[in-house]
T-cell receptor, first 114, second 110 residues
């Protein structure tokens, strides 16, 4: 098993550009989530999904869209990048339809918006 | 609401013990603990369910005080490999999302 994979590892965007961060897992996990991590702020939940076709907002959803068309993939879309979105983005998954079991994190995507 | 972790940072010598606390203003269903090394992804340590159950793994254990809505992580006889940032994640019901605290940075000196 590859676990949770994320692409790209690094990305630089200009203000106003859009892009999609990819996340995939091969463990047949139903629950997937996206976090952003800023220095001193810990992990903040952006969006999460309890299964294909079902998504919901987390703590900081503004400026981001998600969709879940398959169990394996959970892409995060930045609609119009802003410098405040400079951060490290982690995708995570866990077994079941709730976050109540061990979460497996991807390696992260380091995004810089200039 | 984000749980509050304390202390924000702690420096230990190898072999010393440490306690990291995680407090919530809302009733908790369960608490997760994760450790993150610099430049890496968080790694799962343990989950505690309400009922005060104490779980442990080797020299790292944790407790959950339901009345105080608080969980504590205990690191005994710390090793250099324990260095990193520790995060607690709180869940308020069986169907809710996990919210993480801002972390506690642990540094172990030889």
């Amino acid at each position: 098993n590859a676990g949770v994979t994320q692409t790209p590892k690094f990305q630089v965007l200009k203000t106003g550009q859009s892009m999609t961060l990819q996340c995939a897992q091969d463990m047949n996990h139903e629950y997937m989530s996206w976090y952003r991590q800023d220095p001193g702020m810990g992990l903040r939940l952006i969006h999460y999904s309890v299964g294909a076709g079902i998504t919901d907002q987390g703590e900081v959803p503004n400026g981001y869209n998600v969709s879940r068309s398959t169990t394996e993939d959970f892409p995060l879309r930045l609609l119009s990048a802003a410098p405040s979105q400079t951060s490290v983005y982690f995708c995570a998954s866990n077994n079941g339809r709730t976050p109540g079991t061990e979460q497996y994190f991807g390696p992260g995507t380091r995004l810089t918006v200039t | 609401q984000q749980p509050v972790q304390s202390p924000q940072a702690v420096i230990l010598r190898e072999g010393e013990d440490a306690v990291i606390n995680c407090s919530s203003s809302k009733a908790l269903y369960s608490v997760h603990w994760y450790r993150q090394k610099h430049g890496e992804a968080p790694v799962f340590l343990m989950i505690l369910l309400k009922g005060g159950e104490q779980k442990g793994h080797e020299k790292i254990s944790a407790s959950f005080n339901e009345k105080k809505q608080q969980s504590s992580l205990y690191l005994t006889a710390s090793q250099l490999s324990y260095s990193g940032t520790y995060f607690c994640g709180t869940i308020y019901s069986s169907a809710s999302k996990i919210i993480f605290g801002s972390g506690t940075r642990l540094s172990i000196r030889p």
